[in-house]
């Protein structure tokens, strides 16, 4: 019984909010319903960077939302007095924010951006600082959204990322990373970048491994098997075979295809 008056609560609050958001200028609601996606809480310059917007007038447009109390400012501090933070006041208006947009648009809602924040720090050391959110908006917009002309980049993203992670002991990480990006490998890339398509799936391979994801790793040995294209590639992937035998106390069966490679 708790729970029903609990649920009909917050579906009596997810409406009135809603209907608070839809007094909001469309400017108001575009504002809003990005930093929704943004994330809980989110700083001035990143909405304003995904938006396309100067700064001034990102915050213009968030004016009308903190004026009806949808999003405060955090505590400032330091050095982010000229550039501050907004925190939604409930989770109920993140969600309410999201449905701002349709369920069918919200994939193109990350792609878009992470479009914009992977163009405005492009260049210099912004890119490294913001790899992050760039790649958590292109891999949330999946791969449909993601464009031809901009699926190696997106690659790359993920592979930068899942080194990192695995060099910083984060197999769980690296090996999402290193999926997204072995999911935005096409068909044709066996045929066409045979050594690009085979290294990534090998980085998958290694994470699987590492994160003692065994079911995984047994799948993608056998892709890597089917595409091996030298002796000693067929060799290394054998190797991995066996590795991930042993991890798993296989011991015979691991002595019998070692005795057969």
């Given at each position: 019984?708790?729970?029903a ?5 917050n ?12 007094t909001?200028?469309?400017?108001g609601?575009h ?10 809480s989110?700083s ?6 995904a ?7 990102a ?7 903190m004026?009806?109390g ?9 050095e982010?007095?000229a ?8 989770d ?12 069918a ?13 992977f ?6 050391e ?12 292109f ?5 449909e ?13 993920n ?11 984060a ?7 290193f ?8 068909p ?8 690009f398509?085979?290294?990534i ?8 491994y ?8 047994d799948?993608l040995?056998?892709e ?31 002595l019998a ?5």
């Amino acid at each position: 019984l708790t729970a029903a008056r609990v649920a009909l609560a917050n579906t009596r609050t997810l409406d009135l909010v809603q209907r608070q958001l839809n007094t909001l200028p469309p400017l108001g609601q575009h504002a809003l319903s990005t930093g929704a996606y943004l994330g809980a809480s989110f700083s001035l310059d990143m909405l304003a960077t995904a938006m396309g917007l100067a700064n001034p007038l990102a915050l213009a447009a968030l004016w009308p939302a903190m004026s009806r109390g949808l999003l405060g400012v955090e505590p400032e501090s330091g050095e982010n007095i000229a550039l501050p933070r907004f925190r939604l006041t409930h989770d109920i208006v993140q969600q309410a924010a999201h449905e701002l947009v349709d369920a069918a648009a919200g994939a193109e809602r990350h792609a878009a951006i992470a479009r914009a924040l992977f163009s405005a720090y492009n260049m210099g050391e912004g890119l490294k600082d913001h790899l992050y959110d760039v790649i958590l908006h292109f891999n949330r917009a999946g791969v449909e959204a993601i464009g031809a002309d901009e699926r190696n980049n997106v690659i790359a993203l993920n592979l930068t990322a899942g080194r990192t992670a695995r060099a910083n002991g984060a197999a769980s990480a690296a090996l999402q990373h290193f999926d997204h990006a072995h999911a935005l490998l096409g068909p044709d890339d066996w045929a066409n970048a045979p050594d690009f398509a085979f290294d990534i799936t090998w980085q998958l391979a290694e994470a699987a491994y590492l994160a003692t994801d065994f079911e995984r790793l047994d799948l993608l040995i056998d892709e890597l098997a089917a595409h091996a294209r030298t002796p000693l590639a067929t060799a290394h992937t054998q190797e991995l075979r066996i590795q991930g035998m042993l991890a798993r106390n296989e011991l015979a069966e691991a002595l019998a295809l070692g005795e057969q490679t």
